[in-house]
């Protein structure tokens, strides 16, 4: 089925940067939303960034300015680009892809990462 397959985490320090990948296979609908969402210990699952297959974007307030989302819709792939990381972002940041179910109208497929850690150092 879908698989989406995380890279780019690691330790960074404070005001660093990192680019995080994620690929995504199988039988993805080309009309879709990827994305990223990130989980830190203690906290509820939040959305970062996500863009449309058409473009459109959604980032989170805490991170505009900072991050980056781009995709390539060929290759099913969305990148996070970071910079001036905070300790703040520390998270696990997991991909997300969102498509229509094209057999039962007004049904998503919501498919996700294994989440790849980001730790920042202050």
């Known amino acids: 089925q879908v698989q989406l397959v995380e890279s780019g985490g690691g330790l960074v320090q404070a005001g660093g940067s990192l680019r995080l990948s994620c690929v995504g296979s199988g039988s993805i609908f080309s009309i879709n939303r990827m994305g990223w969402y990130r989980q830190a210990p203690g906290k509820q699952r939040e959305l970062v960034a996500d863009m449309s297959s058409g473009g459109s974007t959604n980032y989170a307030d805490s991170v505009k300015g900072r991050f980056t989302i781009s995709r390539d819709n060929a290759k099913n792939t969305v990148y996070l680009q970071m910079n001036n990381l905070k300790p703040e972002d520390t998270a696990v940041y997991y991909c997300?892809?969102?498509?229509?179910?094209?057999?039962?109208?007004?049904?998503?497929?919501?498919?996700w990462g294994q989440g790849t850690q980001v730790t920042v150092s202050s």
């Open positions: 997300n892809i969102k498509f229509r179910r094209l057999e039962i109208p007004g049904a998503w497929y919501d498919y």
